[in-house]
């Protein structure tokens, strides 16, 4: 599966973005899509993931404001941000997970200026 993650850009504090990620085929059967994050001289972590039944898991610090959803008609996933904060400053990366493993996408970079 191949990926295409867009969306990026620059907002101010308290403004909101929404990434997607477009596979280059069916995601309905996938394991899981997940977001990542990776600030500059960090390790990239993970954010928040949405599990083939729907269920969803969101890292501590962004519970509450950020929103992972899918369209399995448009082979699409979202991460929808809301109440940025200068910390979500990162580039973001989207990944599926299925029988065969884990597939990338590109990053999208996200910037948040206070």
């Known amino acids: 599966v191949q990926l295409q993650a867009s969306g990026g850009g620059l907002v101010q504090a308290g403004g909101s973005l929404r990434l997607a990620c477009t596979a280059s085929?069916?995601?309905?059967?996938?394991?899981?899509m997940q977001w990542h994050r990776q600030a500059p001289g960090k390790q990239r972590g993970l954010v928040a993931q949405?599990?083939?039944?729907?269920?969803?898991y969101y890292v501590d610090s962004v519970k509450g404001r950020f929103t992972i959803s899918r369209d399995n008609a448009k082979n699409t996933g979202y991460l929808q941000m809301n109440s940025l904060k200068p910390e979500d400053t990162s580039v973001y990366y989207c990944?599926?997970?299925?029988?065969?493993?884990?597939?990338w996408g590109q990053g999208t970079l996200v910037t948040v200026s206070s």
């Open positions: 990944s599926v997970i299925t029988v065969q493993g884990r597939s």
């Open positions: 085929g069916s995601i309905s059967n996938i394991a899981a």
């Open positions: 949405i599990f083939r039944d729907g269920r969803t």
